[in-house]
């Protein structure tokens, strides 16, 4: 009964409480649960991040556009809310979700209707909104001073003590847990990433399937644009420049298999902490900020290993856990 | 690379009508860049004559340079998003080297035997561990650059010595540059590995089918082994050229020019799934993406802008054959 699924979870965990507990060692305030908390809340954007492109590695592509989608979005509200000041905040919030998942579908749509590979059509789309984000805003920031008051609190309005912007990375990460595993949209994603051909024979639309996975990872990204740019208070064609690569890493430390079909929300949602605890744990233990990307690399490279060593050893996830169950 | 069901049906450009028509993937390409030359010459006085068209070249030499052997390692089913990282790395050392005194040709030498050392590193991790390649890269790209900036910190390396200039300023003949003449001898050599020798016919085969390959005897991970120590030799010479060109070494160096590379490679016609793509292709391309982005910067168009034209560009040019061939079929 023991799944490799739970055996990778609990191995992360316990990886992640060994850091968390070794760096507490050297600074014993690192480990009290303000500061826990506070790290989990700067980890959230990655986390929330992770559970789109999750969606979309399940199905054997690949969502490069992620960051640049972040930024367009990010951008494009920031310049609504300094434009119109009394627009309500809320609103912009779930505009930001619809103009991402508008940037997603059109990724969708590519990869469903013309079938040209993922990693084509987002490297071109990543470009394409990066430049429109400088054409939107014609190379100018949106500073703090020209954002409401309700625009930077909405992430920082603490309820239960804890900010909500984490309790978005707990919302997004319940739903995608239940989406995964509860919902048809859920299996499909899986089954077409274990075995497109069996999927296409189980009634199951391939291409469909990956405009929903890109939908998907767009709507995600789109809403990280506003919390993004709400929780470090400014807009610019630069941010989260190259972040599409952390968020893929997280994915794959988390154990989502980049051959599609293996990987859990949980588990990508663990990655994410994993590069959190790593980045706020390097200045606490007087290394220098400048370790934070070696040992990143290090850290991918080694789950790397990690999975393909598992993969190879117990086979595909839903198989093994349903032999478990006739077991 | 982790794509699509059933491969051999979906964007293969080979078997695309517009190609078996009229029009091979080069010739689309280079019509392309000569629609994109006249629209240059027109759009600004100062583009036609010799200074400029030899300044452009130094837009695209030092990524195509590594785009050559990109594409090896694309049509062998591969990829390497570790090459930008690659660059960074070996200007520390060179910038190292410098520090202690090493002269020119001991500073070339470490630059790109440094590219040489990390390309075998990925090759290593990727045949030897039987890892994706996909994100081993997206790791040693981190590690790489990562290594960098525990080496430079915040800082930069100057000073460099007045004969290392040559490599990324100096000129071989007139407005020749030395980097052109460079990217042209390497890419004929590329052409005949590529398609005049028995190493280039397997790593078409191996893009086709490596487990075929492997039966039908092809040392499958040997030549992927070679393919990443090129790419890792052709980033450590670029890191020469671009060091040398820039005259100081900084972590930051060469961002983002990994998809740039890649861009340059799809673009050129390379299937990103591997199997099928031609030098001839890549090399047009990565004067088509030269022309763009200095014809865009003769109009002031800001460069971040310019990627709008370049992600455009190869969206376009791809989905257009694929297009064309669904109206083709609905008609008939």
Redesign the interface.
Known sequence: MKTLLRYREIWLSIAIIVLVAGVALRRPTYASPANLLDVFNNTSLLLILAMGQMAVILT???D?SMAANLALTGMIVAMINAAFPTFPVPLLLVLAALIGLGLGAFNGV?VWK????????T??????Y??????VSG?KWVNADQMSADFIGLTRWAFLGLPLLSWFAIAILIAFIVLMTRTNIGRALYA?GIN??A??YAGID?GRTKFIAFCLSGAIAGLCGYLWVSRYVIAS?EIA??YE?NI??AC?IGGVS???GIGTAFGAALGALFLGVINSALPVINI?P?????????A??LA??FN?RSE?KHGRIILKSVEGTNG | MTETPTPRHIPNRLDSPLRSALFSWEALLILVAIAIFIVNSFASPYFLNAWSLSDLTFNFTEKALIALAMALLIIAGEIDLSVAAIIALASTMMGLALQVGVDTPGLVAIGIATGLVCGAFNGFLVTGLKLPSIVVTIGTMSLFRGLSFIILGDQAFKGYPESFAFFGQGYVWWVVSFELVLFLVCALLYYFLLHRTNFGRRVFAIGNNPVASRFSGVRVDRIRFTLFCLTGLMSGIASVLLTSRLGSTRPSIAQGWELEVITMVVLGGVNILGGSGSILGVVIAAFIMGLVTFGLGLLNVPGIVMSIFIGALLILVIALPIVYGMLKRSRA
Not at chain 1, 130 to 135: E, Q, S, W
Not at chain 1, 290 to 298: D, E, H, K, L
Request: proline share 3%; glycine share 10%; no cysteine.
């Open positions: 054997r592509s690949i490069l590519l013309l079938n040209i590979p993922a990693i084509v059509v490297l071109g789309t990543l470009t394409i990066r430049g429109t984000t400088f054409l190379g077409i497109p051909t999927a296409v391939v064609v420049n190259g690569l893929i890493a794959v980049i051959a599609g220098s400048f370790w934070q990307m070696a040992i990143s690399g290090t991918i490279i790397v290993i393909a190879r």
